[in-house]
């Protein structure tokens, strides 16, 4: 077998989700890294075996990882970057709850490459590369036609930071109230690959990582949807806002992100 960057990554995102399901409902150890903000054991055993794999096939390339933030090969000027994270819904995973995944993203000198997003609970693995399209588990995959907020369903997700969450309360009013619903499940990376498959119609977060939604911003644009910041600029990781949808739907949601109405009262 050629041993690619997609070849690869795929066969260890399956890998360290095999970790993840195996140990899915059993006694955990948790550490908390903020009041909210949790990890597990496993989060960082699916982060050894992907760092790991990466290092032995691609020395040279850089990785940045949620658990242990950045390594730099010894060839510092690859234009290559790795972005992992291991266990994105590590609060849905510790609780239970199966909606996680593992994501693993590559860019070239700042622009993704290729994104892999694999869901061990649905065996779902999503897969993009630049210019070549998105596929779930072989299916080439396209975002929605819906063309009214009214008919939308949308996602959003709030941060383990208070004061960013309580930014988003007033979106999320605005959106629940002028959409057909809303949704809300713990995982960012997940829910950019089901606006790619056209499950949700749009997503909007603040204050995201790199880790979070770098494979998911590529599945999206490769599957035809638009990812903007806040200000409707293509979006860039240090970006304060996301914004994912079909072309229809990217001028509202913009519009509710960037300024809120309020809703009525009685």
């Not at 908390?32 to 020395?59: A, H, M, W």
Request: hydrophobic share 40%.
């Amino acid at each position: 077998m050629t041993v690619t960057p997609r070849s690869v990554a795929i066969e260890v995102a399956r890998e360290a989700g095999h970790i993840l399901a195996e140990h899915y409902g059993r006694a955990k150890e948790v550490r908390y890294k903020g009041e909210v903000d949790l990890v597990t054991e496993i989060d960082v055993r699916s982060e050894t075996l992907i760092v790991e794999r990466i290092q032995r096939y691609f020395p040279e390339h850089n990785i940045l990882s949620e658990e242990s933030g950045r390594t730099r090969s010894p060839e510092t000027n690859s234009p290559y970057r790795w972005i992992i994270d291991p266990l994105d819904g590590t609060t849905n995973f510790a609780h239970g709850y199966p909606f996680f995944c593992v994501s693993i993203g590559l860019e070239r000198d700042g622009e993704m490459v290729l994104g892999v997003v694999y869901a061990p609970t649905l065996d779902e693995l999503f897969v993009a590369e630049r210019g070549f399209g998105a596929f779930l588990n072989g299916r080439r995959l396209a975002v929605s036609s819906t063309d009214s907020l009214i008919r939308s369903l949308l996602v959003t997700g709030f941060n383990y930071d208070r004061a960013t969450a309580q930014a988003n309360l007033a979106r999320w009013e605005h959106f629940l109230m002028r959409s057909q619903a809303v949704r809300r499940d713990g995982s960012a990376a997940l829910n950019l690959c089901f606006v790619a498959a056209g499950r949700f119609d749009g997503y909007w977060e603040l204050g995201l990582k790199p880790w979070d939604c770098a494979a998911g911003v590529l599945l999206v644009r490769e599957a035809g949807g638009t990812v903007t910041d806040g200000e409707g600029a293509p979006h860039q990781f240090d970006a304060p806002a996301l914004i994912a949808s079909n072309p229809h739907l990217c001028q509202a949601l913009l519009d509710g992100v960037r300024a809120p109405q309020p809703v009525p009262r009685d």
